[in-house]
Every structure is written in C-alpha cells, then in structure tokens.
C-alpha cells in the first residue's frame, strides 16, 4: 500500500468520523483508518499521538460539531422554542452522527483546555437558554443535566431500536420536552 498523497489532518479526522459514523466508534482504530485512508498505519503518527490522540481529537470534534449544531438551531429563538430547537438539533446530531457523538464520551483528557472551552460554550449556550425560566444559578445547572440527560437518553433509546410502537419519534421528543419545560415553569408553584 503506498502512501497517499496530500493527506492531512483534516483530511484525517473526517475519515475518521466517517468511519465511526458508519461502523461504531468502536470500531475506529488505526488500522482501520489506516486502510480507509489507503496509508500505512505509522504514517497517521504525523498527524496524530496514537489512537489516545485521535480519540482526544475526535472527542474534541464532537463537542464543537454538536455545539455549532445547538447554536445554529437557537438562533433567533427564545423560550421554549429554543430548548425545543436544542433538543431536535441535539437528536438530529446523533442521528447523523453516531460514532462521533459517542466519541465526546471516550476523550483520554476531559481536561484538555480545547476540550474544556467547547464544553464551556455548550453549557454556557444552554444556560442562556434556560434564561426565561423562573430559575436559581443552581436549578438551571440541574436543568442543563435534566435536558442533556432527556437529550442523551432518548437519542441512545432511538438508536438501539427502542422506539418501536408506531408513533413519530419527533412528536414524542416534543411532548416529552413541552413537559420537561412545563416542570420547569412550575418548579416553585407549590413551595
């Protein structure tokens, strides 16, 4: 196998997110990008530090791509039609991008500073939306992992195949999120 001209890093990570979006990530080794990308294996090292590297970078990727996806749905959006507009957005990463969703999970450092900045911007994204919501600093925290939570949830339940009574997933992600923002609405009715 001779090396391929005019591979770079780019070129790369998107193989590689091709590559776990089609089969798994994990699936996703060096010697399976390696063949994708029709290189030797050691010729990856000079764009990447071994496959804790690639997945660092993968994970880093899926951050960024999931919290352009959000930004890009809440634009001009407040209330409820934005935390709606998360959580299809949200859903609608997952669907296309299976693999490298489930990269954000596997990163070697959660520390890394870029990591930790598009993680920030994600949070502080969603706590901007939750704005409008009758709210302390702590309970919109706690909202951000109920909805990332109802988010991840029904998004793995949908991709194993869990869905399988003959309704619209989309309906039902909007019902269940109308409800969760009902809550949230309602959270110091009764105190």
Request: net charge negative; proline share 4%.
């Given at each position: 196998?001779?090396?391929?001209?005019?591979?770079?890093?780019?070129a790369?990570?998107?193989?590689a997110?091709?590559?776990?979006?089609?089969?798994?990530?994990?699936?996703?080794?060096?010697?399976?990008l390696?063949?994708?990308?029709?290189?030797?294996?050691?010729?990856?090292?000079?764009?990447?530090?071994?496959?804790?590297?690639?997945?660092q970078?993968?994970?880093?990727?899926?951050?960024?791509?999931?919290?352009?996806?959000l930004?890009?749905?809440?634009?001009?959006?407040?209330?409820?039609d934005?935390?709606?507009?998360?959580?299809?957005?949200?859903?609608?990463?997952?669907?296309?991008?299976?693999?490298?969703?489930?990269?954000?999970?596997?990163a070697?450092?959660?520390?890394?500073?870029?990591?930790?900045?598009?993680?920030?911007?994600?949070?502080?994204?969603?706590?901007?939306?939750?704005?409008?919501?009758?709210?302390?600093?702590?309970?919109?925290?706690?909202?951000?992992?109920?909805?990332?939570?109802?988010?991840?949830?029904?998004?793995?339940?949908?991709?194993?195949?869990?869905?399988?009574?003959?309704?619209?997933p989309?309906?039902?992600l909007?019902?269940?999120?109308?409800?969760?923002?009902?809550?949230?609405?309602?959270?110091?009715?009764?105190?």
């Open positions: 196998m001779s090396p391929r001209q005019g591979l770079d890093r780019g790369l990570l998107s193989a997110a091709q590559l776990a979006d089609s089969d798994g990530f994990q699936a996703l080794t060096l010697a399976a390696a063949q994708r990308l029709d290189v030797r294996s050691p010729s990856l090292y000079n764009h990447i530090s071994g496959l804790p590297g690639l997945r970078e993968m994970a880093l990727m899926s951050v960024q791509q999931l919290s352009l996806a930004t890009t749905a809440t634009a001009d959006r407040t209330g409820d934005a935390i709606q507009a998360i959580a299809a957005a949200y859903i609608g990463f997952v669907r296309e991008h299976p693999g490298l969703y489930e990269a954000s999970f596997h070697p450092d959660r520390e890394e500073p870029q990591l930790a900045a598009a993680s920030t911007a994600t949070l502080e994204l969603l706590l901007h939306s939750l704005q409008p919501y009758p709210l302390t600093e702590a309970e919109a925290l706690h909202a951000v992992r109920g909805l990332r939570s109802l988010c991840h949830g029904f998004a793995s339940i949908e991709a194993q195949g869990g869905f399988g009574m003959n309704f619209d989309d309906d039902s909007r019902l269940t999120v109308s409800a969760f923002l009902h809550g949230l609405r309602h959270l110091h009715q009764n105190q």
